[in-house]
């Protein structure tokens, strides 16, 4: 009996017409069959958000080879769950979210919408995979997203990934001659620190834009994504969803509680 | 010299106008300056989610004895970082986020925007708490909370939380004769399964709500969330951001990677 060609879910945060998950089609479909289900527009920053008090809406966008597209009117979590519960014929193989335009690496990976659904594919036990590139502009250059995905994704496929984790994959702007090679590495201490620009409008209201620079806790430590971006590799981290701080357990049992009554 | 009042930021996820942050307000007045910076509408399930490609607009809507509050068009992270960022005269000393309608707990961490507004205080190195009730109700019975949250706060004042940990304490529906008491615990491993409703519209077109169900994968585990709330404890999690897997770091470096080019 021949064996069922894998059902490969895709989604991103960028939204089903950006260049990156595009390029992340052409790397996967030689691996099984891809079903694109993505935002209809950008959902930059929408980190596991759902949505609870609007509907969602689903649109077939078109129908090639062995892939079908669907855009989604929800967040990147969104696309993923109805994909899951009803788009597929099945539960999917794999899940691959991306190829995002921009970094996810450290903190970022937390707001991160491409994350969030990669995070989602995980919850649901299906071996799910963020690919980014540190390149935000929407012709980003994913020249070493397509020499190096398909042989992640190739190994994920071959040595599975352990119960309850996912990989959150940074590619640095550099090219194939020149990067260094791929390190598995920690997630790095950070943070983006804001600082909103405050504007008036025509009619004489305020607003405020958010812009921001990460700042990174520890640049010397060489286990670091950072670290690894910043020295021409690729960054792999695998992520868990365990927010729980074991060590504060002990010291927070120790405080005295009184009740006001 | 008159030591200062503490500076308390409040925000939730359910809105400015909640029930559960109104209570809180009255709970935390006696302890310092309170200003509130909350969404304008309820952002139930936002996550860390941030707005970038909309200007965010803030309107400060009543002021009185030592409470200010404002609402603000984002999400509850955005509330957060316009607070520190612009609103607020100086570095809160504490952020106190909901109270929330409805159970946070387990994997629900990831989804809550109440959780959200928690973390980015905490990220921002603001010792951070999020309350929640396990009732969802519009008119949620506050009464364990009122009970018991003002402690928990003191708590946080005077024995300082380890750096990069906030709270997360959930309030089971009970009252303050049956509660059995307090007990510091871990994030139970579960996940929400979606089973969308699907409608059609009277333009003839299909629409889905999101409903689901929470799965527990571990019911017999007495060192949860999950657990404790079942068993009429209040539960607290104290909470962290780093999303490694480092037991998956070790098997991920054996890989072997080929490039495609």
Chains 1, 2 share one sequence.
């Not at 017409?17 to 930059?44: C, F, M, Q, R």
């Not at 950070?190 to 620079?213: A, F």
Request: one cysteine or more.
């Amino acid at each position: 009996m021949k064996k069922k060609n894998p059902l490969i879910l895709l989604s991103n945060d960028d939204g089903v017409n950006s260049k990156g998950i595009h390029t992340l089609i052409d790397i996967l479909k030689p691996y099984g069959d891809i079903v694109v289900v993505a935002p209809e527009k950008g959902e930059s920053g929408k980190s596991h958000a759902i949505t609870i008090n609007l509907p969602v809406r689903v649109t077939k966008i078109s129908e090639y080879d062995n892939v079908t597209i669907f855009s989604c009117t929800g967040t990147p979590v969104d696309s993923v769950k109805l994909a899951i519960n009803q788009l597929l014929p099945r539960k999917p193989d794999f899940l691959v979210s991306g190829i995002n335009h921009g970094s996810n690496a450290s903190i970022s990976v937390i707001y991160s919408g491409t994350m969030g659904a990669a995070i989602e594919g995980c919850l649901n036990g299906i071996p799910s995979i963020g690919f980014s590139v540190l390149d935000h502009s929407d012709d980003a250059d994913f020249g070493l997203a397509k020499a190096y995905a398909g042989s992640i994704f190739k190994n994920v496929m071959e040595n599975d990934l352990p119960i309850g984790t996912c990989l959150n994959v940074n590619f640095p702007v550099s090219t194939i001659d020149k990067i260094k090679g791929i390190r598995v590495c920690r997630q790095t201490r950070g943070v983006w620190k804001e600082e909103y620009e405050k504007r008036i409008d025509p009619h004489n209201d305020e607003y405020y834009w958010l812009t921001g620079d990460f700042h990174n806790f520890e640049p010397e430590a060489k286990d670091t994504d950072e670290w690894a971006l910043a020295n021409k590799y690729i960054a792999i981290v695998p992520i868990q969803v365990d927010l729980t701080s074991y060590e504060a357990i002990k010291k927070i049992r120790d405080w005295a509680y009184d009740i006001s009554i």
